[in-house]
């Protein structure tokens, strides 16, 4: 167990939602974290996979600089600014053709996309078109549209009824597959290329193809939560690219703006044609502020320079951890991930392996009972991947 360093309740005034280690974070510097005792923490969960820059990058930092600078940080989606824009054309042109809606987190992004998706589908098949088909282990977010689409009962039944019209199928299984997508009654089919806290799970070989394939025999959207996996993550700029198959509909939000809170929808010309002013909306959405540092960060990790050194990297962290399993198979069952996102899934609670490791000063996150889950930043200096993977490897029972 963790002795006594995992308070069980929120202390003072927050809502207690979290069970959170007592330690605080006063300063961040790269891929390092240090407590209010000075007591230095080596990050491998950043931030959840937001902080792909790391701590005080000062590519986010010059970017903020440079916003406030301008002197607008905030418009509303009344007004035309600049960096929405030249963010939105950037994204395009590192993607595919398509239009940009701009918003502020992953769980908004989804339910903007499923609202995208199932405008166009009505305009083809009528309001029976509407239904959702999600996979098994999947996570899309935690409000009702995106909870509705996530397959963890324990989150969603305390808050059904949810939105109605989502099929759970497994990736690994073409019949369901078949028998689930509908021409009649499917708007969207959505999808983790390589799944996040469903475990860390690259799709099975084959089943992205599969579902483009499907969606277009079927008038049906094909939806990328690239939410996790993208934006350099899998040392591909999107993990989609691995395969050569492309979504309708993208989905992005965690390391957008590099720890400023973003999310983006990237819809194709026949789904963005299908929506008007008026269709969906946000405040805060695409802001100055937000988009000046997400330009930022995009052409930081955009830069096939520095996706060959995540590819590197990645390829270090999945030698150092295949050698933990070889020597620890009575507690290491498989490895699994692409570029710098890695599980370990384990025989034993990975929430006592999280917490052993972080008393020794490395900071990693779980995915699931019994996987540990790596997301450093995507610049870790090299050296310290086999320092995290030791102290990780010290932490198993
Ligand atoms: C984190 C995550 C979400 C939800 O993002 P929030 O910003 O927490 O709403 C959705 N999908 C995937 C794949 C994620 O990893």
């Known amino acids: ?12 005034a927050l809502l207690g939602l979290y069970r959170r280690p007592e330690v605080v974070f006063v300063r961040g510097e790269g ?21 792909a820059l790391g701590h005080g990058s000062p590519v986010v930092a010059d970017a903020v600089r440079a916003a406030l600078d301008d002197g607008i940080i905030h418009t509303s989606n009344l007004f035309r600014t600049v960096p929405g824009e030249a963010l939105a054309e950037a994204l395009v042109a590192a993607a595919f053709p398509s239009r940009v809606f701009f918003c502020n987190s992953g769980a908004e992004a989804v339910e903007a996309a499923f609202k995208f998706a199932r405008r166009w589908a009505r305009a083809a098949g009528g ?17 009702f549209g995106s909870l509705a689409a996530t397959d963890r009962p324990a989150y969603r039944e305390p808050f059904e009824p949810l939105m109605p019209g989502v099929r759970f199928v497994d990736a690994a299984d073409p019949d369901a597959m078949d028998a689930a997508v509908s021409a009649e009654r499917t708007a969207a089919v959505i999808a983790e290329p390589v799944q996040g806290e469903g475990g860390v ?34 040392g591909r700029l999107f993990a989609h690219e691995h395969v050569g198959v492309r979504p309708d509909l993208l989905v992005l939000a965690k390391p957008l703006a590099g720890g400023l809170p973003m999310g983006a929808v990237l819809a194709a010309p026949h789904v963005a044609d299908a929506l008007e ?9 695409g802001g100055p502020l937000v988009a000046r540092v997400a330009g930022a960060v995009l052409a930081t990790l955009a830069d096939p320079a520095f996706l060959e050194g995540v590819r590197r990297r990645g390829a270090r962290l999945e030698d150092a951890l295949r050698r933990v399993a070889e020597r620890r198979p009575d507690v290491v069952t498989e490895v699994r991930g692409m570029g710098l996102m890695w599980g370990v899934e384990l025989t034993a609670p990975a929430g006592d392996v999280v917490a052993r490791a972080r008393e020794s000063g490395l900071l990693l996150a779980s995915a699931g009972p ?3 889950r790596l997301l450093p930043p995507l610049n870790v200096p090299g050296a310290l991947i086999e320092r995290a993977v030791s102290l990780l490897e010290e932490a198993l029972p």
């Open 1 to 12: 167990m963790s002795g006594g360093s995992v308070a069980t309740a929120e202390p003072g």
């Open 201 to 234: 799970r690259p799709l099975p070989p084959g089943a992205l193809e599969r579902m483009r394939a499907l969606c277009d025999a079927r008038g049906v959207a094909l939806v990328f939560d690239e939410i996790q996996c993208g934006l350099g993550r899998t």
């Open 370 to 372: 019994q996987v540990v």
């Open 277 to 285: 002013p008026g269709d969906h909306g946000t405040t805060f959405g």
């Open 31 to 51: 891929p390092w974290l240090e407590d209010a005792d000075g007591r230095r923490y080596l990050d491998f969960t950043a931030g959840i996979g937001v902080t």
């Open 127 to 143: 309001a029976a078109k509407h239904e959702i088909v999600a996979l098994t282990g999947s996570f899309h977010g935690r409000l």
